[in-house]
């Protein structure tokens, strides 16, 4: 596993620093929005598939550091199988999910990854007894499922946003299930290399900024 | 009866599928060339007309090009037709449907006779089951028959006719045919007509090693499999104004599967009693049973425990009555009516159901003008389970000059809900849990999901129900079309050609929508009527008589087929596709839509018949074509476009035959489809596990002995 960081934009931290002091504003200081790749979380679960009660620890992953984290506190979402659970609201009911602290919640927006360029005016759910708030299940959440080639493939224009356990703003977009996001997911693959996500996501940590564009 | 003292129609009528030898009698209606007066169909009218003079697409296959052809399955012939193609499921292996103007299986309506066969696996009918070792000739209607034939024929309807004894001398012949793959085929037929009772009794046994398109598994595609069909039919002729046919058919198939069972058993009974009430009216009365039964175990190969079993158990009874009444010889009466009895008993309904329906028909076939034929049908069909259907279609000829004229007609077509759309209680355990109901057991099954707590709940203990749970069980609406045909046909010594355009509306499609989300993530689906879809395009075939021996033919039709739900979407706001690189959403339009799976645009054949009579020697050459085209949406957005990588690419098979008769009694025929060896690539074909779309070249011989 390893969480690459890609900054794109240098510039904005410049212009907006010159932004500030040119005309005297006093405004706050933004920091920079960036455009990352998270690459290979593992999302392990026990049972499921007729081999019992689904279960296991979630894998929980902090947008400000950008990794997975063990924290019980300073998390935003975590990945088992295919649930996503978001820091906020209540336990689903299934075993060993992580107690939720903070108030981060999530919306599904239609659109390309570029074209979701704000948080502001979404209703963020959170998760609650018996539903994820990114919900479950093929076609209605993040993923399609198709049974003839055992393939999950991420539904395309389904951009997830999310509002973080501390009420800063991040989009997702889900590349991958598999191991190393291969293009051609081969029945072999398909069959080993699963629970493997590689998303596309900005962060905006500025406090209160809804913007999530990383120009 | 003198057959020259009766005039017109009506004494065509009176034969109606026994008329083949009636016709040299028969002049009044069409000034036809001598040489065409074989060609008579029923399908289209349900009484005899000349292919030509008829006012709507129709398709004659004869006897003599499925001889030639050294086909011996109906599939076979069909795909060599002009706009029909024969295409492969999407799941390797499965069953091939016909495709007819771009129109699935599920809505093509098969008969023999003119009595339906039943026996569906998901819609789809497997036409490898029936041999043409004993008919006269096939007939497919094309466009929407539901005036006369009631639910299924949207898209056309299919009929084989069998041979009637012609001797008074028992004739028969023996045939066997060897060809790759340990394809065994041999066919007993026998015939005579002894004053006024005539027999046929046809025998046809079928047995093949099978075949593999995947060459990185264990498990063989097709898997070797024997088949017995069994046809007795009598004809009893009690006076020329009483006539008698029965017919009894029985078709056992056995497959042998690496573990378990997989057998098919499909048996029909038809009784009809022709009755000339006077020289204008004639009765015909039928009944009709068939009963097909699958049986499908599948046991471990270890310990011998049954995994799966799966038993289909279908039935239908069916009494008709119809009166065709001519009143001169150009207008044409028919009237009818009857009841369909059915049943289902399946593994996976939850006991054994039955729909009973009743319909009556009424169809005015009439010439107002001697250049004007004009035919007008309805029928309404009532039914125990659905809103009950009305199906009216008009159609008409206009002889323009004695060689050209326009044909057009605008009908419609249902499909009542089937029996699985309805009744089915199905819970897969072993591939993710996920449940489907039937509209009929929707209510019960999702009671049942609830009452163990199965289904997901809100943070207040709410269900979350997509479809509200008042809304379950609201009748399904039979699927439903519309058809037009236009075109035009041109006749000119030994030339004929013929242009149709076509184009079929079809609405309240079923399809599966999700009723709730299970706590265990898996859906519970339900059916609902959504889809609305669109074939259009055009038909050309062309046929001439080259030379005294040598007939040249050629047909193509132009295809267009699209989900106008997915289209309206797109134009309005577009869709999302992932990029299959970088694995990112990218929007796409109306233009990289594909259009609907198993589709292809462009679709030819070019066929040449030779014939050398100086060594009693025939040869044949028929290519067939068919363009790119996609098996399913591969990405996840629900429909099929440009960044699917799941098309075959567009591919021809030739097939070729040689025959030749010995001492008069002796028929040997040499031949190969698939001349050269066409494999293909399944697109999910992976380095190591290479699919192929085609087996590949299969060789054949043929030896006929006539006695």
Redesign the interface.
Known sequence: MKTTLKLFNLLFVLLAFVACSDDDDDGPILIAVESNTASNIPAPQTGGFGQGEVGGPFTKFSFATGTVTDSDTEWDIAFRGLRIAVNGGAETGTNDEPTRNGNAGAAIVDGTFASVDSADGLTFAQDATGAFAVPAGSDNGWYNYNPMINVVTPLAGKILVFRTHDGKFAKVEILSYYRDAPTDITPEIANNDFRFYTFNYIYNPNEGETTLTAN | MNLNKVSGLFGLIFFLEFGIHAQTEEENRDSIPLENLDEVVVTATRTIRQLSSLPLPVTLIPKKQIKRSGLTRLNEILNEQTGIVMTPD??IGGGEGVQIQGIASDYVLVLIDGVPVVGRSSGNLDLSRFAVGNIQQIEVVKGPSSALFGSEALGGVINIITEKPSSDKISGQVTHRSATFNNQNTTVNIDQQIGKLGYSIFLDRLSTDGYDLTNGDEAQTINPFFNYTFNGRLFLDVSDKLRFFSSGRYFLQDFDVPSGTSEERDANVQLRVDHEISRKSHFEYELYYTNYVTNEQTVDPIDNEILLDNDFDQQLFRPEIRLNTSFTANNTLTLGGGYNFESLDRSLFAEQVTFDSQYVFAQYDFKPFEWLNVIVGARFDNHSEYNSQLSPKISLRYAITPNLAFKGSVGSGFKAPDFRQLYLDFTN?????YSVFGKEVEVQGMQRLIANDEI????N?NL?LPVPFEQLGDPLNAESSIGYNLGFVYKQGDFRGEVNAYRNDFTDLIDTS?LA?K?????VFGYVNRESVYTQGLEVDLQYRFLKNLNLSAGYQLLYAFDKNIEDELDENG????D??T?????IGRDEYFGLENRSRHTLNVKAFYEIPKWTANANLRIIYRSKFGL?D????GYLDDFDDSFVDGFALVNLSFGKTFLKHYEVQLGANNLFDFRGENP?S????QIQVNPGIQLFGRLNIQF
Do not use: C, M, Y
């Not at chain 2, 997901?456 to 943070?459: A, L």
């Not at chain 2, 591969?634 to 957005?637: A, C, F, P, R, T």
């Not at chain 2, 992976?686 to 596990?689: F, K, L, Q, R």
């Open positions: 999407i799941t355990a072993l591939g993710g849990g997901i709940t809100d943070s203990g979350i999700i989300t706590r265990n993530g898996a859906n869709g999302f596709v992932r299959p690189q694995l990112e959403t990218v929007r399913t591969i990405n996840g957005n999910f992976t380095a190591d596990n």
